[in-house]
C-alpha cells in the first residue's frame, strides 16, 4: 500500500458521506466472502489445528450477520393485508442488536487468534473457551440421542481438562490459584493470564488487547454498554426516531463501527491462517488497500497485512 492510497480512502471517508459508508461495507463484506470462497474453490478447506476451524466458524457467524444487516439496510415494510396496508420503515434496532453481535464476535475470534501472543497461550484461551461452552449446553438427556451427546461432552470436557493443565499459564500457577482457577472457568471463559497470576477479563479488557486505539476503543465500550442496557432506552431512542427523523443517522452510526470491525476481521484471519494470505494476495489492490487502511488507521501500521511504501 502506498501513501497516495492511504490520503485518498482516508479523505473520501473524513468527508462522512453516508453513501460512502455504505459503499465501504458492501466492499468489506464482498472481501470477506471472497476469502472464504477462494478458499473453497482451491480445496484449502483442511485446518492443521481444531482452534482454526472454530474460528473459521466464527468468521461464518460474523458473515451471515454482516449479510443481514446488509439486508436490513434497505429497510422492513409493516405489512397487514387485512388493511390493504404497507408501511416502509428502517429498522435501527435490529441493525444495532446484529452490530453488536457481530462486535462481540470479534472479540471473541480476536482473543483465540491474537498474533501478538504465544501458541500456548492461544490454545489455552480455546480449551478453556471450548469447555465453557460445553458445559454451558448442559444438555438433560430425554432420549437416547440426548444421551450420547450428553456423553461425548463429557468425554470432551475431560479430554479439555487434561490439556488445560499441560499448559504453561496453568502450571505456572500456585497450587491454590491452580483450584480457584478451576473453579473460576466453570463460569468465566474470558481470562487473562500474567506470569503465575490469572484473572477475569471484561469486554473493555477483550476490546483493549484486539489494538483498537485509545479513545476509539472507549467509543465501542460505550456502544457495547448502550445497547446492552434496559428496554427503557430502546423506547426513548424509538421515540428520537419518531420525533426527529433520526433513523439513518443512528444506522449510519452503526455502519461505521461493522466496517472497522470488519477490516479488523479481515487482517486477524490472514495473520492467523497462511491459506486466507493466499486468497488475500488475490484480491484486487482497492480492496487490499481498503482492508490496510481501516486496520491502519484505527489499530496502527503493525496490525496492516502491508506496510507503508513510498
Not at 474460528?55 to 443481514?68: A, P, R, T, Y
Not at 465500550?221 to 428496554?231: C, D, E, I, K, R
Not at 452503526?254 to 497462511?274: A, E, Q, R, W, Y
Request: with cysteine; proline share 2%.
Amino acid at each position: 500500500m502506498n501513501g497516495k492510497s492511504l490520503i485518498k480512502i482516508a479523505i473520501d471517508i473524513l468527508n462522512d458521506k453516508p453513501e460512502t459508508h455504505f459503499s465501504k461495507f458492501e466492499k468489506l463484506m464482498d472481501i470477506l466472502l471472497c476469502l472464504f470462497t477462494d478458499r473453497i474453490e482451491k480445496e484449502k478447506t483442511d485446518f492443521k489445528k481444531e482452534r482454526l476451524y472454530y474460528i473459521n466458524l466464527l468468521i461464518q457467524k460474523f458473515i451471515v450477520h454482516g449479510f443481514s444487516i446488509k439486508k436490513l439496510i434497505d429497510g422492513i415494510t409493516l405489512d397487514s393485508p387485512s388493511k390493504n396496508l404497507k408501511i416502509e420503515i428502517l429498522d435501527p434496532f435490529s441493525i444495532h442488536s446484529l452490530v453488536r453481535t457481530v462486535v462481540e464476535n470479534y472479540l471473541v475470534q480476536n482473543y483465540l487468534s491474537n498474533s501478538n501472543l504465544e501458541e500456548d497461550t492461544l490454545q489455552l484461551r480455546f480449551e478453556i473457551w471450548m469447555r465453557y461452552g460445553l458445559l454451558q449446553r448442559n444438555i438433560k438427556p430425554e432420549n437416547d440421542d440426548e444421551k450420547r451427546v450428553t456423553e461425548l461432552d463429557q468425554k470432551s470436557i475431560e479430554i479439555l481438562e487434561k490439556s488445560i493443565k499441560t499448559r504453561k499459564g496453568y502450571l505456572e500457577l500456585s497450587e491454590s490459584k491452580k483450584e480457584s482457577f478451576l473453579k473460576t472457568i466453570d463460569k468465566e471463559w474470558k481470562i487473562i493470564f500474567d506470569k503465575d497470576k490469572f484473572y477475569p477479563a471484561s469486554w473493555k479488557r477483550l476490546i483493549k488487547e484486539s489494538g483498537i486505539k485509545e479513545g476509539i476503543n472507549d467509543q465501542i465500550y460505550n456502544f457495547l454498554s448502550w445497547h446492552a442496557h434496559s428496554q427503557s432506552i430502546s423506547v426513548l431512542q424509538l421515540k428520537d426516531m419518531w420525533d426527529k427523523n433520526n433513523a439513518e443517522e443512528t444506522v449510519l452510526i452503526s455502519i461505521k463501527k461493522i466496517n472497522m470491525f470488519t477490516g479488523f476481521v479481515i487482517s486477524d484471519i490472514i495473520k492467523s491462517d497462511k491459506e486466507f494470505r493466499n486468497s488475500y494476495d488475490s484480491l484486487s489492490e482497492e480492496y487490499r488497500d481498503l482492508i490496510n487502511f481501516y486496520n491502519m488507521f484505527y489499530r496502527g501500521e503493525e496490525y496492516m497485512i502491508e506496510q507503508l511504501k513510498n
